[in-house]
């Protein structure tokens, strides 16, 4: 798939606001002490890229039913759904200058039913001209998300004949659709209702009662 720049100006991925908040002393904190057992932007990347799939907990893999969206309370709840998780991982890429970008899916339990806009993350090397999609949604049996930039291992290859969609652009800031779901949601279970099952502004308001098994 050809991914495409919402905004043609790299330098907007690397921007902070309110939900990408990497000026906050504990993503810098974080950014710096992962730096610092890496050293270049390959390997700063995935060690960015593993500590937020690995020590972060999915909320809904853990039960947790808090609703984190900024990238400073994921990583101080060490909680958080995926567009949560993605949020994370980007700010923490921005914080050491690399360019990252917030994507999209929509998925689909396996009969095509209950669809979700699930969140993920795609990131560009200082110097380089390609950008590659990472899943930091945490692993679990049958999800086997790895850091790989040449070839895509996300957690849900997408299904096209059961309406499952890779959303091609690459946004600077969280979808307003996303971002309004995490921001208005009380907890998980309002979460869920609230999320959209599809992209992009039409899908505003739009929600489910149960959560795909496949997304988030």
């Not at 998980?188 to 988030?216: C, F, H, I, K, Y």
Request: aromatic share 6%.
């Amino acid at each position: 798939m050809q991914v495409i720049q919402q905004n043609p100006d790299v330098l907007a991925y690397l921007a902070s606001d309110e939900a990408i908040d990497h000026w906050h002393p504990l993503v810098l904190e974080t950014a710096e002490a992962l730096w610092s057992t890496t050293g270049d932007a390959y390997s700063y990347a995935e060690a960015a890229f593993e500590f937020v799939r690995d020590t972060i907990a999915h909320s809904a893999d853990s039960g947790d039913p808090r609703v984190t969206w900024k990238a400073s309370d994921v990583l101080g709840t060490r909680n958080g759904i995926c567009h949560a998780k993605s949020h994370a991982l980007v700010a923490l890429l921005r914080a050491q200058g690399i360019p990252a970008a917030l994507c999209y899916q929509r998925l689909a339990d396996d009969d095509g039913s209950n669809p979700l806009v699930h969140g993920l993350i795609a990131l560009r090397l200082p110097g380089g001209e390609r950008w590659s999609r990472l899943d930091p949604r945490g692993n679990k049996p049958g999800v086997d998300a790895r850091f790989d930039l040449a070839e895509e291992r996300l957690a849900f290859p997408v299904r096209p004949e059961l309406g499952e969609v890779d959303h091609p652009e690459l946004y600077a800031a969280p979808h307003p659709a996303v971002l309004t779901a995490l921001r208005e949601s009380a907890d998980r279970q309002e979460l869920w209702r609230r999320l959209p099952t599809a992209l992009p502004a039409s899908a505003a308001g739009t929600g489910l009662d149960v959560m795909t098994n496949r997304a988030l």
